[in-house]
Structure formats: structure tokens, C-alpha cells
């Protein structure tokens, strides 16, 4: 009898000890948060986390979580539906402008994270990374901090909504494509990923097609830009149907930050704090302000104070033939553009530079008070948003892989911009293969008409006027001008 009893306490024990140990277990599995770590910093800027790989997963559905896509799911997508990946070169993700390194399976630009599954989100050289060639036959050399020419932003988007309304979107379709890219994935993930992962990311799939709906009105932006503050006005709710601006912009250099404070940036020249700047970019690419990874966050805002732009060819500049585009320069740029310069990091007003006006309206001045109140609390708090007149005069370092040029992308190479009768009503973007003579990228012909986007000026948003400084000097001195402007 006493022993009968002392079994039993003991069964009851062990049972209870059983649903501690799994309840602990599963309790550690949420809170798992482990982002995959890059201990050197270039490999980190393009494979590390910033937070936007959380969320999206199990438990938590409120918006303050980030954008983060199971990975396993991530990675089958292209493999389930091929078909809602636009046409043209490479496959998978690469149709959308993603980079991949050789050996790599998840391209540049993206991040992972258990969190408490695996998830991928992406990180700032998914906009900030691209590829020079110096001739079709050359091989592409991938460059950190410059504008990442080739990504398409919203067909990646377009990709994720129509993959998300499709009705084929469920675990029958998908664990047999996971199986294909994911030997690892188990009979437990399946498990998973069947009753919770899959249904769950269809329902946040069909959330971005709704949120991401007022793109439809806009023309394309195609690769290298993206509207900049309308994702904003949606996290603010603004309705996109009460503000039908465009705010397509081209995608800005990252090098040289720790000269650059204190002047104020972004195109419009909106902010003048370079830690907002970067914090507002991370918000931008599906962090929250709670997913924030600001120790990681910090390694990059670190490393690009100093990163700095590769430099032009040196055998490919004529000395001195840019020493003599020196002076036309200190004459005609360098106060406005020169990192000492008198005018360096403040606003020439619309009306005097003439250029595209869109961008510079699409930030209203509803969104300036909205804007900081972001990191209420945090001690990263946003206060330095304002509305401004026109548009920065930035440091033109690394100004040969600017190109396009101007803040909407719309003029493809420095001689045109020179010469603003010669600016192309139509020009490709999206082809990485370097124009040496004209000092920017191969942007007409029949592989950059094969491989490019078609841009063209008359579309809103995409006007090629204005910025007329230099249009009247001689030839001579804008050859001059231009060797001296490849050496920056
Ligand atoms: C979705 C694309 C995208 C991602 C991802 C992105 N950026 Fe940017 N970034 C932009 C665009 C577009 C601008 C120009 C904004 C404007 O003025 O309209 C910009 C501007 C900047 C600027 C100001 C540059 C200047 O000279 O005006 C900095 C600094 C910057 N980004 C840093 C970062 C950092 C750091 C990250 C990662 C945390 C990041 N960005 C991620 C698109 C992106
Ligand atoms: C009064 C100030 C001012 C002067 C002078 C000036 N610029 Fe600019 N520049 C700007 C502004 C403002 C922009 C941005 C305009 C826009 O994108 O709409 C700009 C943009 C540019 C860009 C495009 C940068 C990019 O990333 O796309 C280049 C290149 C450039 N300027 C070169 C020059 C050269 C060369 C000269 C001298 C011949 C010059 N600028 C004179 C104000 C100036």
C-alpha cells in the first residue's frame, strides 16, 4: 500500500517535472532571438541583421513586429512560383535585382535570424551594394556603398503579393518545394510550417498587397529607386488615396558619413543627424522600433563614418587635363558640392535648381511632426525631421558610381548632365557594364536595351530638367571638368 503511494508521488512527480521542462523549453524556444553573426564587418554589412527579421512567425501578429520571411519558406518561393517572378536574366531572386556571391544561398542584402524560427529579412546593401564591369567580357565586382543600381524594390514586392493571393499558396504546393532547396528541413518543421508558418505568412502576404496597393498608381520605378516617405504615411495612417504623390528616388551613395555630419541630407535635404538618417533607413527596410538590432545597427553606422568610394581607374584620367577642370570646378561646383564647401549640406531652393519637384513635395509637411515622434521613449528619438524648399547640395565623392544622375535617377551619365541638350528622353537603366567615354553606365544599345529598364522622362517624377550649372562652359573646359570630376 505505502508503496503503491510512493510510486505514485513519484509518476506524479516525473509529470510534473516533464511539463516544466517542455513548458520551459517551448518558453525558450519563443523567446529565441539569434541573429546569424558576421564577425568581419564587410560580410556583416552584406549578410548581417538589423532587425528587420523578426516577426511574421508563430505567436505574434501586432505591426510592431518586423517584415522577417521563414527562411525555408523564403527560399522556396521562387522554386513553388516561378511564374510570378518577372522575365529577363538569372533566376530565382535574381530576377529581381538580388545579388548572389558564389557558394552563398541567400543573396546580398539579406539577413537571418531564429527568431524563433529561422527568418530572413533584408539589411541596407540590399539598397546600398551593386556591380561595375569594366567591359562585357569583364568579370562584375561587387561594390559596398553605392547605390544598388540593379535591385527592383517594388517587383520584389510585387513578387511577395501575387505569390500571396495565389491559391496555390499552401503546404501541399510548398513542403515539396521547401524539400528542394532545404535538405535540413525536418519532419518537425514540417509540422510547423503546415499549421502555423505557412497560414500565417498568407495572411501577412495578402497585408502587403492591400498596404502596398498605392504603388499601382505610380509608374514604375524600376531598378535603383524606391519611394522614400510614402511607406512612411501608411505606418502613420494617412491614407494613400488622400495624397497621390510620387516619391520616386534614386538610391544614394552610403561612403564618407563622418564629414557628412551635420549637413543636412536625404535628397530634399530633410535631416541633418546622420544617426537618424540610418535608423530611419532600417525602419525603412522592415525593422520596427522595437525589432531594431542596435548593437548591430551600430557596427554599420561605424564602419560607413569612414567606407570610402573605390577609386576611377587611375590610368583611365588624364592628369593634367584634370588639373585644369580643377579650377572650373573650385569656379563652378565646389561651393555647393566640395566637402568644405560654403554651401556643402544646405537646400538650393526648387525654383533656382529647376529639377524634378515630385520628391521634394512628397514629403508634406503633415509628415514632419509625425516623422519625430518616432523612438518616443528610445534614446535614438527622431527630432530633427523638417520640411524644406528644394534639394541638398551633397559631397560628390565617388561621383563616377552615382550614375544615374540627380535625385530621381533621370540623367544617365555626366555628360549629359553637362550638356542638358544631349539628356536622353529615354535611356536603360540596370546594365552594370561601365561607359568610360561618357562617364556613367552603358545606358543605350542593345544589351543595355536586353538586360536594362526602360526609363523614361516623361513619366511622372522623372523629369530631366533643371541643374543647368556648367551647361554653358566651353567644350574644352567640360572635358576638363569631367576628368577632374572622375578623380572625386
Ligand atoms: C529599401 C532601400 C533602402 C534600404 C534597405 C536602405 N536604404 Fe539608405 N537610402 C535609401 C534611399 C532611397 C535613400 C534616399 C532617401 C531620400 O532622400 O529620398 C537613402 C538614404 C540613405 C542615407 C542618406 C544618404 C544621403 O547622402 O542623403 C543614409 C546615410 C542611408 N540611406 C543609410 C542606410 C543604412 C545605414 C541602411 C541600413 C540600416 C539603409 N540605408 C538601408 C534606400 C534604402
Ligand atoms: C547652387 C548649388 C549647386 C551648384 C553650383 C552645382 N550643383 Fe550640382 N547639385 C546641386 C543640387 C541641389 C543637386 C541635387 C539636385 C537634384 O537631384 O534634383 C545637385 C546634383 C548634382 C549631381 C548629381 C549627384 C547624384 O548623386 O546624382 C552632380 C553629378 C552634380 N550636381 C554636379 C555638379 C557640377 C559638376 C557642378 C558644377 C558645374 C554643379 N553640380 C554645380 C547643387 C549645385
Known sequence: MARRRRAGWWIGAVAVAVVIGLGIYIFQFLQRNEPELHGNILEHFKYGSIGSDTGGSLLRSDTEEGRGVPASLWLALPVAFPEHLPKGRGNGYERVGFLYEPGKRRPIGTSFREAPLGQIGLNCAVCHTATVRESPEAPRRVVLGMPANQFDLRSYLNFLRKVGKDERFNADTLIPAIRKVDPDFSSKDELIYRHLVIPRTRTALREIDTQFGWMDRQPLWGPGRVDTFNPYKLRFGIDPARDASVGTADLPTLWNQRPRRGMYLHWDG???????????????????????????????????????????????????????????????????????????????????????????????????????????????????????????????????????????????????????????????????????????????????????????????????????????????????????????
Open 270 to 488: 530633410n535631416n541633418n543627424k546622420v544617426e537618424e538618417r540610418n535608423i530611419s533607413a532600417a525602419l525603412g527596410a522592415g525593422a520596427t522600433q522595437s525589432s531594431l538590432d542596435e548593437p548591430s545597427m551600430k557596427r554599420i553606422a561605424e564602419w560607413i563614418l569612414d567606407a570610402k568610394p573605390p577609386p576611377y581607374p587611375a590610368e583611365r584620367i588624364d592628369r593634367s587635363r584634370a588639373r585644369r577642370g580643377a579650377t572650373v570646378y573650385a569656379q563652378q561646383c565646389a561651393a555647393c558640392h566640395a566637402f568644405d564647401g560654403s554651401k556643402v549640406g544646405q537646400v538650393t531652393p526648387i525654383e533656382a535648381i529647376g529639377t524634378d519637384r515630385e520628391r521634394l513635395d512628397s514629403f508634406t509637411p503633415e509628415l514632419v511632426p509625425l516623422m519625430n515622434t518616432l523612438g518616443t521613449g528610445r534614446p535614438w528619438r527622431f527630432r530633427h525631421f523638417r520640411k524644406t524648399n528644394g534639394y541638398a547640395n551633397m559631397p560628390l565623392d565617388g561621383v563616377w558610381l552615382r550614375a544615374p544622375y540627380l535625385h530621381n535617377g533621370s540623367v544617365p551619365d555626366l555628360r549629359a548632365l553637362l550638356s542638358p541638350k544631349e539628356r536622353p528622353k529615354v535611356f536603360y537603366r540596370n546594365y552594370d557594364v561601365y561607359d568610360w567615354e561618357r562617364v556613367g553606365f552603358v545606358s543605350q544599345g542593345a544589351e543595355a536595351r536586353r538586360v536594362g529598364f526602360p526609363f523614361d522622362t516623361a513619366k511622372r517624377g522623372n523629369g530631366n530638367g533643371g541643374h543647368l550649372y556648367g551647361a554653358r562652359l566651353s567644350a574644352a573646359d567640360k572635358e576638363a571638368l569631367i576628368e577632374y570630376l572622375k578623380g572625386l
